[in-house]
Nanobody
């Protein structure tokens, strides 16, 4: 099995910073895209940022210039540095990874973390 475990959420004031981390473990051959999504109350889950194994990144327009994403391929981790946080960034943030398992080479599966709450409020 594969697990994604997130950490780093919490309460922060507007303008503050938080860093989210996610570690993948288990039966992993390779990890292609890793990313972060978020879901605010009453809204659909949306992409925040993602990064390929080669380091190419994509960001939602709403976070460009404020958030950065990075990964450590050797440790199977991905991090999201969030700066200049706004109240509208409040949401549950989910880690996502497309993983190839040794038992099923050539097929990638999408895995999700359990989510971590980020609340931006004064």
């Amino acid at each position: 099995q594969v697990q994604l475990v997130e950490s780093g959420g919490g309460l922060v004031q507007p303008g503050g910073s938080l860093r989210l981390s996610c570690a993948a473990s288990g039966s992993i051959f390779s990890i292609n895209v890793m990313g972060w999504y978020r879901q605010a109350p009453g809204k659909q889950r949306e992409l925040v940022a993602r990064i390929t194994s080669g380091g190419n990144t994509n960001f939602a327009d709403s976070v460009k210039g404020r958030f950065t994403i990075s990964r450590d391929n050797a440790k199977n981790t991905v991090s999201l540095q969030m700066n200049t946080l706004k109240p509208e960034d409040t949401a549950v943030y989910y880690c996502n990874a497309y993983i190839v398992r040794p038992e099923h080479l050539g097929t990638e599966y999408s895995y999700w973390g359990q989510g971590t709450q980020v609340t931006v409020s004064s």
